[in-house]
């Protein structure tokens, strides 16, 4: 069965309201839908968010990318030959996200040739992940609402507060509301997106200490290593690795110099085939491993859960599977639902990522 052609439309949808971050802010889901068209019908889908103030890749970037670098070189390739496919994706350095979408939309071919549904080829662990929600730069009274209206709508019992930004006692401050008006039952952690210095964001543990706190994502650059070896030593929380592990070599090299003692998992920029690496080297080091969110739609939230119900360690904490909440609207044909602080996969071949059409005409750019 052979890779026939390979689409990648650009979409824009945007969001009710934007999301803000310490490296960039979000108001559309200006993205790229990727489709693999096998020789006998089948087609493969996958998205891919563009993050350039992450990343670098832009919407332009990805489907250039992807028509013209590694669409040619991979057609005419068996559906499953993945180590072909990662040859060539391989010969062009970075790039994440267009690799990973790529990467996804064969897996999701793969499942429907095979009549099984991804989550079983990949690990078949369970059925469902608990969702933690991401909170962005807000006043501190709207993040507790908005906290308490996703427990009271959906159930969710989790929350990464996006931190990171100067004064520290804003952030130091919205901890303190958000712990108080969510009481200790819920379970709150951070993540500056390298907003901070090293030095800063042991400065915002030392003031946070009696908070109840679980873990702080990517507090700075990587690139600061000593200063963020001293504070992985000090910290009394895991310190998470994010954007600076896309791909395993880079966790091998964030986990070894003492960088990072957690690492965040993104099927949006690691693919399956990826993540599946770096959650073997995590649990081979006894690394504990979150499944994070690229503020992904439903398509990419559905890659996520996916992975992360397909393997034992990756449920341990909640995953990263809400931000299409703050949608307008989304191309999932069967839209996900979050009941009782879960989402579960689709017992369909493949992912299950079947696309509204209609939808997809009205929202795509090209
Ligand atoms: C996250 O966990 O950092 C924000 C920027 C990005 O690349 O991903 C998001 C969420
Ligand atoms: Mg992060």
């Given at each position: 069965m052979k890779i026939a052609r390979i689409e990648a439309i650009p979409y824009a949808i945007p969001y009710t309201h934007p999301l803000r971050f310490a490296s960039g802010e979000v108001h559309t889901a200006d993205h790229v839908l990727i489709r693999v068209h096998t020789d006998d019908g089948i087609i493969g889908t996958a998205d891919a968010p563009p993050r350039p103030y992450t990343y670098g890749e832009t919407q332009t970037s990805i489907r250039t990318i992807v028509q013209d670098i590694f669409g040619p070189q991979v057609i005419g390739l068996d559906i499953f030959d993945r180590e072909k496919v990662r040859q060539v994706m391989d010969r062009?350095?970075?790039?994440q996200v267009a690799k990973g979408a790529l990467d996804i939309a064969i897996w999701d071919a793969i499942g429907q040739a095979v009549k099984t549904p991804v989550h079983k080829l990949l690990g078949g662990f369970t059925d469902s992940m608990r969702v933690s929600h991401m909170l962005g730069f807000r006043p501190a009274e709207e993040l507790l609402e908005e906290a308490l209206r996703f427990g009271e709508q959906y159930g969710i019992t989790t929350f990464k507060l996006k931190v990171g930004r100067r004064p520290l006692a804003l952030d130091i401050e919205a901890c303190r509301v958000l712990r108080e008006g969510l009481g200790e039952n819920v379970e709150i952690y951070l993540d500056a997106n390298r907003g901070w210095t090293a030095n800063e964001a042991m400065e915002v543990l030392r003031q946070t200490e009696d908070l109840g706190l679980t873990m702080l994502e990517e507090p700075c650059d990587a690139k600061e290593t000593l200063s963020r070896k001293r504070l992985v030593e000090r910290s009394p929380i895991p310190i998470v690795a994010d954007e600076s592990v896309p791909t395993a070599g880079d966790v091998s090299r964030e986990l070894l110099s003492g960088g990072a003692n957690a690492i965040c998992i993104k099927t949006a920029r690691s693919g399956f085939t990826e993540a599946t690496e770096i959650l073997g080297l995590c649990t081979g080091l006894g690394v504990d491993v979150t499944m994070g969110n690229q503020i992904d739609t439903q398509i990419g939230s559905l890659a996520t859960v996916t992975f992360g119900a397909a393997h034992q360690a990756t449920t341990r904490k909640a995953g990263e599977l809400s931000n299409f909440l703050d949608m307008t609207d989304d191309l999932l044909a069967d839209p996900l639902v979050i009941k009782d602080g879960r989402i579960f996969v689709r017992n369909v071949p493949g992912v299950g990522a079947g696309i509204d059409e209609t939808k997809l005409a009205h929202y795509r750019q090209d």
């Open positions: 062009t350095i970075h790039n």
